[in-house]
């Protein structure tokens, strides 16, 4: 077709920039395999990796279940029927995320551990609660701190194919229960899928929150191996390999639905919500209360005690800076993030050639490490390219020193390279929902390619888009080691000042930052809660 | 000069010329650049104090031990990074080991800073003491009933010790210490009986280990002093105490926190300059004040709080083991299955 000749390869080349940049910190943690440490491998095989790897796949499997539980059954309620709250609930419920997923361990270990408030409260009056530093502890607080990340883009796919899919789907005779099972909820796949890898990378990845509970993952053992047994190199080694399996994974899910199409022929109205029974209407509001109670304003409330008690010692001006370098890194992160994952997205879509399928997958590695390791693979490069720019600058007399290392530039370009996956996922899905025909159908009605960009695709993307970009907002905000090892000198933020705090022992103290990047978190929910597409969706159809 | 290579140098010039824009980070010449393990509330005071009295502005930044390191050596000759602060030594070990840091010759450093806390080549120097032992319940537990580390191993603490979990830094320096002092095999012996005799699952920190003690969780853990300061500062009547473990024999097991000059420092004077005013009157009390630890050099007093503990033998075993041992010390605790 005429429309796809181009003079300038700008989509190739655009890959291939994303590629480099995603794979130069992995090529640099792949160059530890140069160095296998065969005694310490023999000993981790032996004592320690076996134990990790069961730990780990049973953690997932838990977290994978409740957060598919939690996020798909709160996203088809809300989404599909009306009851009292219900539009507080459709953005509020995305909250949680804002708390990240140590601190609210924290809280409940403050509440439910041994030496808890609420255990020794049940101690006196004669009651001994259950141990929670166990897998299951673990697993619920990770479900309660990264449902968001399925309950938002199932939401979405719900809402954008819903009423179609359910029209054809009661036409053939099923009913609307039924129908979500062999209609609606095999169309969201691909969003539900995207989100619960998500969840599986960010479980995988943890550190804080299994070493609180005393879990063993293999995030553990990566840690154990670089700070205990001062093996960097094999920390890598186990790294890679995690994030290899993680990847393999996926790439056998995205196979096995490789036949299958995630368009509803047109794009029909949205779904119109129903109104729950009065019996049924009442419990639904107080399920999503309890989520939100549980896993955000309980524990909010908790913080807010703590940093009047214990934190107000550490208040000082200095927090409007922290508070603004957060937000100033979340929002332009974000954006940048956003963008380069919405042509990421784009790229795949136009190009079905297995090669640009392996280079999105390379591009969107760097979530599936630890933090702390990519962190070390970002540092190497920044030094490398530093070095690269000193003997240039020597030979043309200029200045020679370093000018990448411990700039902003630096640092967003990190953030870019660990969460464009977190990006990607949304507006993938997004994407995957708009037919080749339905491009087709409006060029033959006159329309240019920029009004079928602004005109069709735009409407339809513009929900994951805002998506996408809180997710990596309320990520940044969080994010720990990458700015940690790459933050320019004095810049400190919300989550620096978390681990200042919490790294020192004094985890009530944390609560005042912790509360602030809560508090940041609600930003993105605001914009979440205006682009929702069950009030923004036009209801006139082009088709 | 050719005309065609001055061209070329002219052009690479033209280039290159805007990237110098991105804030490049400036080599100002009288700012000291600080790496710390050692996390700002309890190093920024020194820092303020440091530039009072001597006029030598400091700029710092904070990070995990490992992390700072792993930066040094990858930033290499180019790294802003004059002088690296850690917390423990085993970290200070491996910094040598990892070839960042450079010795310093200084009398004053090697006078008052006793032998077995520095390096013997003067790579890194502890500059505040850290004790571990054993705490014990105020009233549930004797004065007299426990006096050693070997004595929590004793099946009569059965179900009554707390502990911290295995991955914790100061742990592998404690047991990489026994290692040196009593050998791998009675090592890995009294490890397991401290195992064995856990009350409950090994504790996310310090903190926890002696909340655990004073709400009767168990009786008995093992805990650095400085985190019992803090609480009973809080709560003067906080019914833990420390136990001065092992004052018949080798004495308590300490470690310090401790400072080295980075190899490619581009102020090696003024970070020695730094190096040595952290070992006088004034610097050591701040230093070991702002968290209930212990000066290294003799005759510096303690926080009143600290004071009322009274007075410890320490090990004199050279710390420098807890870094050399520690990888045998991680593997001795994976294998007893301290978690």
């Known amino acids: 077709m005429p429309r796809r000749v181009s003079l300038f390869p700008l989509w190739p080349i655009g890959v291939a920039v994303l590629v480099v940049m995603a794979a130069a910190p992995l090529i640099a943690i792949m160059t530890s395999f140069r160095a296998i440490d065969v005694s310490l491998w023999a000993h981790l095989i032996h004592h320690v990796l076996p134990g990790y790897a069961s730990e780990t796949v049973l953690l997932l499997g838990i977290v994978l279940v409740l957060t598919l539980l939690l996020g798909v059954g709160l996203a088809w309620l809300t989404t599909a029927y009306t009851f009292p709250g219900v539009r507080l609930f459709r953005w509020a419920l995305v909250l949680p995320l804002a708390i990240p997923a140590y601190v609210l361990a924290f809280v409940y270990l403050a509440w439910f551990d041994v030496t808890g408030s609420v255990t020794a409260w049940a101690r006196t009056a004669g009651v001994v609660l259950p141990e929670i530093r166990n897998r299951w502890g673990a697993a619920v607080t990770l479900a309660l701190a990264f449902y968001p990340y399925v309950y938002l883009p199932a939401r979405l796919a719900f809402a954008s194919t819903g009423a179609r899919a359910l029209e054809v789907g009661q036409t053939l005779g099923l009913t609307r229960r039924a129908a979500f099972w062999q209609v609606v909820l095999p169309l969201a796949r691909p969003a539900i899928v995207g989100g619960a890898a998500l969840v599986g990378f960010e479980t995988l990845a943890d550190f804080g929150l299994v070493s609180l509970f005393g879990i063993d993952t293999l995030s553990v053992g990566i840690y154990k191996a670089w700070y205990g047994l001062f093996s960097l190199p094999t920390a890598m080694q186990i790294a890679a390999v995690l994030a290899l399996t993680a990847m393999l994974l996926l790439a056998l899910e995205q196979w096995a639905r490789r036949a299958a199409r995630y368009t509803t022929p047109g794009r029909g109205a949205a779904l119109t919500p129903q109104p729950l029974s009065p019996l049924l209407a009442p419990v639904a509001s107080v399920l999503c209360t309890a989520v939100l109670l549980v896993a955000w304003a309980a524990p909010l409330v908790q913080l807010v005690s703590w940093a009047w008690l214990e934190g107000q010692a550490f208040l000082t001006l200095r927090y409007a800076s922290f508070f603004g370098h957060s937000l100033l890194l979340g929002t332009s992160g974000a954006l940048v993030t956003a963008v380069l994952a919405l042509f990421l997205a784009y790229a795949q879509r136009r190009s079905r050639h297995p090669t640009m399928g392996w280079a999105v997958r390379v591009a969107l590695l760097g979530y599936a490490l630890p933090g702390a390791v990519l962190a070390v693979g970002v540092v190497a490069v920044v030094s490398a390219l530093d070095r690269l720019w000193i003997a240039a600058a020597k030979l043309a007399n200029l200045p020679a020193t370093p000018v990448l290392a411990g700039t902003i530039a630096a640092l967003l370009a990190a953030y870019t390279v660990r969460f464009l996956v977190v990006a990607f996922q949304p507006i993938h899905a997004a994407l995957m929902r708009i037919t ?61 000042r978390i681990f200042e705090l919490t790294n020192d022992g004094r985890w009530e103290a944390a609560a005042l930052p ?21 009030h923004t969706t036009p209801r006139n159809s082009p088709c | 000069m050719t005309a065609r290579r001055r061209f070329t140098r002219a052009l690479v010039a033209l280039c290159l010329a805007p990237l110098t824009l991105f804030g490049a980070p400036t080599h100002a010449t009288d700012i000291l650049t600080v790496y710390s393990a050692r996390n700002e509330q309890l190093i920024e005071p020194i820092f303020t104090a440091f530039t009072q009295e001597t006029g030598i502005a400091v700029r710092f930044t904070t990070d995990k031990d490992g992390a700072l390191i792993e930066r040094l050596k990858a930033e290499g000759e180019n790294t802003p990074a004059d002088v690296l602060i850690t917390v423990d030594a085993g970290n200070l070990w491996l910094a040598k080991e990892m070839g960042v840091v450079q010795p310093v010759v200084s009398p004053t450093l090697t006078s008052k800073i006793p032998t077995h806390l520095r390096d013997s080549q003067g790579h890194w ?38 502990l911290r979990t295995a991955k914790n830094v100061y742990n592998q320096s404690l047991v990489a210490m026994m290692i040196a002092e009593l050998g791998e095999a009675r090592a890995e012996q009294i ?32 805990a650095n002093t400085y985190y019992l300061g803090r609480l009973v500062e809080k709560e003067p009547n906080f019914p833990v105490v420390p136990v001065w473990t092992n004052q018949e024999d080798r004495g308590v097991h300490v470690n310090v926190s401790g400072v080295a000059v980075t190899r490619h420092a581009k102020r090696p004077e003024l970070a020695k300059k730094f190096l040595e005013w952290l070992t006088t009157d004034e610097a050591q009390k701040r230093f070991a004040e702002l968290n209930h630890e212990f000066p290294v050099v003799a005759g510096v007093a303690v926080s009143p709080l600290v004071a009322k503990w009274g007075t410890f033998k320490s090990s004199e075993t050279p710390l420098a083991k807890a870094g050399e041992l520690q990888r045998a010390a991680v593997q001795l605790m994976d294998r007893v299955q301290w978690r």
């Open chain 2, 125 to 162: 120097f502890g500059v505040s003491m850290r004790a571990r032992v054993v705490m014990r319940h105020a009233s549930k537990v004797g004065a007299n009933e426990i006096t050693r580390y070997e004595d929590l191993a004793d099946p009569k603490w059965k179900g009554r010790l707390c």
């Open chain 2, 191 to 222: 490890v397991k009986g401290w195992v064995a005799n856990l009350a409950t699952p090994p504790l996310p920190n310090d903190t926890a280990v002696l909340q655990a003690i004073a709400q009767g969780v168990c009786d008995v853990g093992l």
């Open chain 1, 436 to 496: 080749p025909s339905m491009d087709e159908a409006a060029q033959s009605l006159g329309a240019s390619p920029l009004q079928v960009l602004t005109r069709v695709h735009w409407p339809l993307v513009r929900p994951a888009l805002a998506g996408a970009a809180a997710f990596v907002f309320i990520d940044i905000v969080k994010e720990l080691p990458i700015t940690l090892m790459t933050r320019p000198f004095g810049w400190e933020t919300l989550a620096t």
């Open chain 1, 514 to 534: 912790a509360l602030a990047v809560t508090l940041a978190g609600l930003l993105p929910t605001l914009l979440l809660a205006r682009t929702d597409p069950t």
